[in-house]
């Protein structure tokens, strides 16, 4: 008997106004998988995060996330049902604290004693967080802006994570802390769906993955395979 996947996306079709950006896309991710999605900088590949999250204002086809239509779904009813969304450029709220920015992320916890043990997994995987939690986030350093974006989306415990260019605009050596997170993260049992410009390390930290081109699904497999594509390698690796 096949298990149903957690994410499943059919024929999706999305746009602003007259732009059709995503033409007839189908992706799924199943529980506990880590999945990427490649492709150029107008591929198209933030819109289908963004659709997913029902943040973009023309969309047709099939999303279901754990039996239920998206469609149907405000954007924050998608986030109560287990979806955080890590948007590109990270937007951090810059005149509240690291913490209050924390604290926003976990709007659908049911009681106040949740959120410290959330807040402790929270720094226990971004240790720099604790140190400068009272701390304004608009004061901080992009790699621990994006922390605290990551963070936030973590406090509200979800089953799916959705990752948007994570890695953009980052120094070397915080893009590969930013690495280990994210293994860890999917370690500790979340589900991620990451987009990343950065190829190599999309293939690196992801099981399986899709390739992107304008708009259009053109190839998917697990992430070892596509890393030794030949078109793969050309076009983003090269190679």
């Given amino acids: 008997m096949s298990v149903a996947p957690l994410l499943s996306i059919e024929n999706l079709n999305a ?3 007259e732009v059709e950006v995503l ?20 591929a198209g590949k933030s819109t289908i995060l963004r659709a ?23 954007a924050h009813q998608v986030s109560a049902l287990g979806i955080a969304h890590v948007p590109e450029g990270r937007q951090v709220f810059p005149d509240m604290t690291v913490e209050e920015n924390l604290l926003l992320g976990a709007f659908t916890a049911r009681t106040a004693s949740d959120l410290p043990a959330r807040m402790q997994d929270v720094f ?9 939690r009272q701390q304004l986030a608009g004061t901080l350093s992009g790699g621990e ?27 070397p050596k915080v893009v590969e802390e930013m690495h280990d997170a994210f293994v860890e993260i999917h370690r500790r049992g979340t589900s991620i769906l990451l ?3 950065n190829v190599s390390l999309a293939l690196d930290v992801a099981t399986r993955g899709y390739v992107l081109e304008s708009g259009r699904i053109t190839l998917e ?19």
Avoid: W
């Avoid at 226990?124 to 400068?132: A, D, K, Q, S, V």
């Avoid at 922390?147 to 890695?167: C, H, Q, T, Y």
């Fill in 15 to 17: 746009g602003y106004n």
């Fill in 23 to 42: 033409h007839g896309v189908h992706l799924r991710v199943f529980e506990g998988e880590f999945v990427c999605i490649i492709g150029a900088n107008t």
């Fill in 52 to 74: 997913i999250s029902r943040q973009v204002p023309r969309v047709s086809g099939s999303l279901q996330f754990a039996g239920t239509d998206l469609s149907t779904r405000a």
């Fill in 124 to 132: 226990t995987l971004f240790p720099r967080l604790l140190e400068r």
């Fill in 145 to 171: 802006q994006q922390m605290v974006a990551v963070g936030r989306a973590l406090m509200l415990k979800p089953k799916l994570l959705l990752l948007d260019e994570p890695s953009h605009g980052l120094a």
């Fill in 195 to 197: 987009v990343e410009q």
């Fill in 221 to 239: 497999g697990p992430s070892a395979e596509l890393n030794q594509n030949p078109a793969v390698r050309a076009a983003y690796l090269g190679i």
